[in-house]
């Protein structure tokens, strides 16, 4: 697919193929939610599948409902407990965007939530994350010439 370089934010239409059982699949609008510069060079890209299916688990703190936004004909929601990753192939076509603000405030959240990942980054409540480990874990992998640097 002969596209512009995809940018964070951006809805796309995809076709995610057959899922098994509760996965999202078929053709669908999916948020990018993978960094740029990861989207520049990754031949694959994150994303947070998009729904029209808004029921009564819609008040979950993984689900944002976007309506009239981020050129979706229909009141939709994101669902992040169904966040992937995906190659850029199945990028159909590009659909609309939300802005950075909103990605910040409300999908950033949901992606935190479902990771058990508290806003400072480390593990949220009965999570087991800590960033003494990420730092020991950092300065364990520079010693070693690995490849886990963050920068």
Not at 115 to 141: E, M, V, W
Request: glycine letters at 12%; a positive charge; aromatic letters at 4%.
């Amino acid at each position: 697919m002969g596209m512009n370089e995809i940018q964070r934010g951006e809805i796309y239409l995809a076709d995610l193929g057959e899922g098994v059982g509760s996965e999202q699949k078929g053709v669908r609008p999916v948020l990018i939610v993978q960094n740029n510069r990861g989207n520049k060079y990754s031949p694959t890209v994150t994303v947070v599948p998009i729904t029209t299916k808004i029921h009564k688990s819609s008040g979950l703190p993984t689900h944002v409902i976007l309506d009239g936004v981020g050129g979706l004909k229909e009141k939709s929601a994101t669902i992040a407990e169904q966040i992937m990753t995906i190659d850029k192939t199945r990028l159909i076509e590009y659909m609309g965007e939300l802005d950075e603000k909103f990605m910040r405030k409300y999908i950033d959240k949901t992606i935190l939530v479902q990771l058990n990942i508290d806003n400072k980054g480390r593990g949220g409540k009965n999570g087991n994350i800590r960033h003494k480990t990420l730092r020991k874990a950092n300065t364990d992998c520079r010693r070693s010439g690995s490849s886990l640097q963050y920068r």
